[in-house]
C-alpha cells in the first residue's frame, strides 16, 4: 500500500517535471518566434522608410529635420511591481501608446500578438497551448503585423508625430511608423516572454538540483 | 534656323550628357551587387567614377547619392555658364524647385531648434543661393519674404502665401505647395512665350508634372486636417486634370476614388491599370515609368530648349534608381530592388 502511495507520487513529480521542461521548451520556441518576427518587422520599417525617402525626396526625409524641442513621450513604458504579488502571472512591461500630456485620460494598450500571426511564422514548430500561456491574446489586427484599431485621438497623435516631416507625407512614411510602431510592441512582448522564460529554465534547474540530491 | 548660332553647341553637349546616362546592363550589374563597394566598383566604370574613386570606406548610400548630385550640379553649370538668353534663364528655372525644397528645409529645421550649420549641408546643390543662412531668422512669412527671400528669383511666387502668421507645420506645407505651383506655372508661361517646339514638348512635360502633383497631394491629405478647399488651392491652373478634374480629386476620401476620378483620363488609365485596388505603393513607379517616357521623346526633336530640362531629370531619376539601389544592397533586400529602379534605355 505504501509502496503503491509512493510510486503514485513518484509519478505525479516526474509529470511535473515534463511539464516544467515542457513550459521551459514552450517559453524558448514563443521567444524565439518573437524575436524572428521582429527581426522581419524591423526588416520592413527600414525598407519602407528608404522608400518613403525615395518618393518624398532626401531634403524632405531625413534626420535634420528632427524635433529637438521639449515635448512630452506619445509612449511611455509601464515596469509592473512583481513583489506586491509575486504568484500572479502579470505582465512585467506595459505599454501605454499615443498618451497626450493634454488628455488626462491615458491610452491603456498592452502589448500582445495573436499567436496565430506567430504561428504563421513558423508552420513546423509544434502548436502552443493558448489556455496554457495567459500573456498572448488573440486580437484581430487590419493587416499582417499592424497594430490594434486605435481611436481618433491615437490616430491624431500619429499625424502629429509624423508632422515634422511635413503635414502631407507619402502613404509610405506611414506605412513605416506603422512597422516601427508594431515592433516596439513586439519588443515589450519579447521582454515579457523573456521574463517568462528565465522563470522556466529557474524551476527546470530547480528540479534537476532536486532530482540529484 | 537660327537656332543654333545661341543653342546649337550647348543642345550638342547635352545630347553628349545623355549617351552618358546608364543603361540596362548597367542596372543589371549594380542590381546583383552584394555591398556598397561592388556598387563602387561597378559606377567607377562609368562617368561617376572620378567623383567616386576617392571616397573612403566603409561607404554610406548618402555618399553615393551626394557625389552623383555633384556630378549632375558640375555638367549643369558648365551650360549655365556657356548660355545665352533666353536659355540661361530656361536653365535657372530648373532650378527653382530646389531652390523652393532648400527654402522649406531650413524653415523647418530652424522650427525643430536645429543648427544652421547643420541645414545648410542638406540642402541640394543646385537650390543654393547667397542669403540662404538668413532664413533661420525669420519668424512668420511676412519676415521670410521681406528679409531674404525679396531679392531671389522666388519672390514673385511669395505673392500668395505672404501672411502674419506664425510658421508652423501646416503653413509651411501650404507655403511649399503653394510657392511649387506659382512656380511651376510661372515656367509654364515663360514656355509658352518661347513658342515652337520648346513650347509643345515642355507643355506636355510641365502638364504631367502638374497633374502628378495633384493626384500626390490628393492621397497624402486624405486623413489629414487639410480642408477640400484649401486642397483645391494647392492644384495647379494647368494641365490635362484642370479644371473639372481637380474638382473631383478635392473631394477624394480614398485611393480607390482617386482611381475612378484618373480613369476617366486617357493618358491615365494606363498608370493606374498596373496598380490593384486599394494599392498606391506602386503608383511613384508608375509615375515615374510615365515621366521617363515622356522626357526620352524630347530627345527625338532638335532644336528646342525641352532637351536641357529632359536631361536634368532623367539624370536625377537615375540618381533617385541608385539610392535605391544602395539602400536595398545596404540592408539586405535585394530581392524588393526592382520595386522602384525604371529604367531609362
Given at each position: 500500500m505504501e509502496s503503491s502511495e509512493n510510486g503514485r507520487e513518484s509519478n505525479e513529480g516526474i509529470s511535473v517535471k515534463e511539464e516544467n521542461i515542457l513550459n521551459f521548451l514552450d517559453s524558448v520556441d514563443g521567444y524565439l518566434i518573437l524575436m524572428d518576427s521582429l527581426s522581419s518587422t524591423l526588416r520592413q520599417g527600414w525598407l519602407e522608410l528608404a522608400s518613403a525617402r525615395h518618393s518624398m525626396g532626401a531634403s524632405r526625409i531625413n534626420s535634420t529635420l528632427f524635433d529637438l524641442k521639449l515635448h512630452p513621450a506619445s509612449t511611455t513604458l509601464q515596469v509592473n511591481d512583481q513583489s506586491a504579488a509575486p504568484d500572479r502571472e502579470l505582465p512585467h512591461f506595459t505599454l501605454c501608446k499615443w498618451a497626450s500630456s493634454n488628455n488626462p485620460e491615458k491610452y491603456f494598450e498592452e502589448a500582445k500578438f495573436g499567436e496565430d500571426e506567430l504561428l504563421k511564422k513558423s508552420n513546423s514548430l509544434r502548436h502552443r497551448d493558448i489556455s496554457h500561456n495567459s500573456e498572448i491574446q488573440a486580437r484581430s489586427p487590419e493587416s499582417v503585423g499592424s497594430p490594434v484599431t486605435v481611436d481618433d485621438q491615437a490616430e491624431k497623435e500619429r499625424y502629429k508625430s509624423l508632422s515634422m516631416f511635413g503635414t502631407l507625407v507619402s502613404p509610405k512614411l506611414r506605412a513605416s511608423q506603422l512597422s516601427f510602431e508594431t515592433a516596439l510592441e513586439m519588443l515589450v512582448e519579447v521582454s515579457n516572454m523573456r521574463a517568462s522564460l528565465l522563470c522556466a529554465h529557474d524551476q527546470v534547474q530547480k528540479d534537476m538540483e532536486t532530482a540529484t540530491k | 534656323m537660327t537656332f543654333n548660332i545661341h543653342g546649337g553647341y550647348l543642345e550638342a553637349i547635352v545630347r553628349g550628357y545623355r549617351s552618358g546616362l546608364l543603361t540596362a546592363s548597367d542596372y543589371n550589374n549594380l542590381c546583383q551587387c552584394e555591398t556598397l563597394e561592388d556598387i563602387k566598383m561597378h559606377l567607377s566604370a562609368t562617368e561617376y567614377g572620378p567623383y567616386l574613386q576617392n571616397e573612403p570606406s566603409p561607404l554610406h548610400t548618402t555618399t553615393i547619392v551626394e557625389k552623383c548630385t555633384l556630378k549632375l550640379v558640375d555638367e549643369y553649370k558648365h551650360m549655365l555658364t556657356q548660355a545665352t538668353e533666353p536659355l540661361s534663364t530656361f536653365l535657372e528655372y530648373i532650378t527653382y524647385g530646389h531652390m523652393i525644397d532648400n527654402v522649406v528645409l531650413i524653415v523647418t529645421g530652424t522650427l525643430h531648434e536645429r543648427d544652421v550649420q547643420e541645414l545648410l549641408e542638406k540642402c541640394h546643390p543646385l537650390g543654393m543661393f547667397d542669403s540662404i543662412a538668413t532664413l533661420a531668422v525669420a519668424q512668420n512669412m511676412r519676415e521670410l519674404y521681406r528679409l531674404v527671400l525679396v531679392d531671389t528669383p522666388l519672390a514673385p511666387y511669395f505673392s500668395e502665401c505672404i501672411t502674419s502668421e506664425d510658421l508652423d507645420d501646416m503653413n509651411i506645407e501650404i507655403m511649399r505647395n503653394t510657392l511649387y505651383k506659382a512656380y511651376l506655372e510661372d515656367f509654364y508661361r515663360f514656355c509658352q512665350k518661347l513658342g515652337g517646339a520648346t513650347a509643345e514638348i515642355m507643355s506636355d512635360i510641365l502638364a504631367f508634372e502638374a497633374d502628378r502633383r495633384a493626384v500626390n497631394i490628393t492621397i497624402n491629405s486624405i486623413g489629414t486636417e487639410l480642408t477640400r478647399d484649401d486642397c483645391r488651392k494647392l492644384y495647379s491652373n494647368f494641365g490635362l486634370l484642370y479644371p473639372y478634374g481637380h474638382e473631383e480629386l478635392a473631394v477624394c476620401e480614398d485611393i480607390d476614388q482617386v482611381r475612378s476620378v484618373m480613369e476617366k483620363y486617357p493618358p491615365y488609365q494606363s498608370i493606374f491599370s498596373k496598380l490593384s485596388y486599394g494599392e498606391s505603393q506602386m503608383l511613384d513607379k508608375a509615375f515615374y515609368e510615365e515621366e521617363v517616357k515622356r522626357l526620352c521623346l524630347a530627345f527625338e526633336q532638335q532644336f528646342h530648349y525641352g532637351v536641357f530640362f529632359a536631361y536634368m531629370r532623367l539624370r536625377e531619376q537615375e540618381i533617385r534608381n541608385m539610392m535605391w539601389i544602395s539602400e536595398c544592397v545596404a540592408q539586405n533586400?535585394?530581392?524588393?530592388?526592382?520595386?522602384?529602379v525604371v529604367f531609362i534605355f
Open positions: - | 533586400q535585394k530581392s524588393r530592388v526592382h520595386d522602384s
